[in-house]
């Protein structure tokens, strides 16, 4: 007998399927994959970002242990630390409370990178400035106006130094103004990506750190155009010697089926007309000479392919320099 099903007992059986299959457990099928994301985290560089960022701020590096050491007139050393991208907020949040900040002006984006110096740092210098030993310090105190204008002038020479590296990528970096704290927080939205490169700067008694961090836009475009130039030179570089043949093999030499060194009367010669035959000491049999912009290449012998002369190579000439042999081209 066959049974019939109400609505109600229809619409019971609907709902405990969907109660069975709610009540499964997420990703535990075979090809279940489930990984943590934190959409509020920024997109991590990839290695060869960091390596390509790294490289070029080496130079910085190199350059400031040059310019400050002779600014300075003391052993002054920088190094590249670390290459993040972190938000503007991070960046913020791993600074000192009492710091030396300032804008730098990034042409032609027409954008502003944030620069921080260690005050630890900053006041020995301005000791060495002012004629000191540039000693550590105990307490670090905010700035005075006057060591805020010494700091700019070291700032500067900084600015520099980031501007003849990013030139490169048609960047140019120059000192804007010396920032406060609550005025710097203004600068970006806490939100924003920034490319935070950390240096590490010492002087003969003391270290300290300084970081520059540039805006989303600024480091999109140099990323892009570091990704750009890497491109070609990274498949010029793979075969240069298959670039370099490829280029030969399109040369043009000229070429001559000559025969070899000969003898005949001067009255044959003189006697020459046109129609005439001079007969040379030379055998039908011997062969002649294959030569490329007069450089003697096979033992060769005349012939004739279809309607075009030609000439059927035997063996390689063997020079004086010693530069050929018979065992082939």
């Known amino acids: 007998m066959e049974k019939l099903l109400d609505q109600e007992q229809i619409n019971a059986m609907f709902r405990a399927q969907r109660g069975q299959v709610c009540e499964q457990p997420l990703g535990k099928g075979p090809h ?101 030993t540039g000693g550590p310090v105990g307490d670090v105190r905010e700035a005075t106006e006057i060591e805020e204008e010494l700091l700019a002038g070291i700032v500067k020479v900084i600015a520099r130094e980031l501007a003849v590296a990013w030139s490169t990528a048609g960047f140019d970096i120059t000192f804007d103004e010396r920032q406060l704290p609550a005025a710097a927080q203004r600068l970006m939205r806490p939100s924003e990506k920034t490319l935070v490169v950390s240096f590490e700067l010492r002087i003969p008694q003391v270290r300290g750190m300084l970081n520059v961090a540039f805006p989303a836009v600024v480091a999109n475009t140099l990323l892009r155009k570091m990704a750009r130039e890497a491109g070609p030179k990274a498949k010029a570089q793979a075969a240069p010697d298959a670039m370099m043949r490829a280029l030969l093999l399109e040369c043009e030499f000229p070429l001559r089926l000559e025969i070899g060194r000969t003898h005949v009367r001067l009255r044959n010669l003189i006697e020459m007309a046109p129609g005439s035959i001079l007969t040379l000491d030379h055998a039908v049999r011997e062969s002649v000479v294959l030569a490329a912009n007069n450089v003697e290449l096979f033992e060769a012998r005349p012939v004739r392919t279809e309607r075009h002369r030609g000439a059927q190579l035997y063996s390689r000439v063997t020079n004086v320099t010693g530069g050929a042999n018979d065992n082939g081209v």
């Open 32 to 132: 279940s994959v489930i990984t943590e994301c934190d959409l509020r985290h920024p997109t991590h560089l990839t290695n060869e970002q960091v390596r390509s960022v790294t490289s070029l701020h080496e130079a910085v590096g190199r350059n400031l242990t040059h310019s400050m050491g002779a600014y300075l007139r003391v052993g002054f050393e920088a190094a590249v630390v670390s290459v993040e991208q972190l938000t503007y907020a991070e960046y913020l949040g791993r600074l000192p409370d009492v710091t030396y900040l300032c804008s730098l002006n990034v042409s032609p984006l027409s954008a502003t990178a944030i620069l921080q110096v260690d005050l630890q740092l900053g006041f020995p210098i301005i000791d060495l400035l002012l004629g000191g």
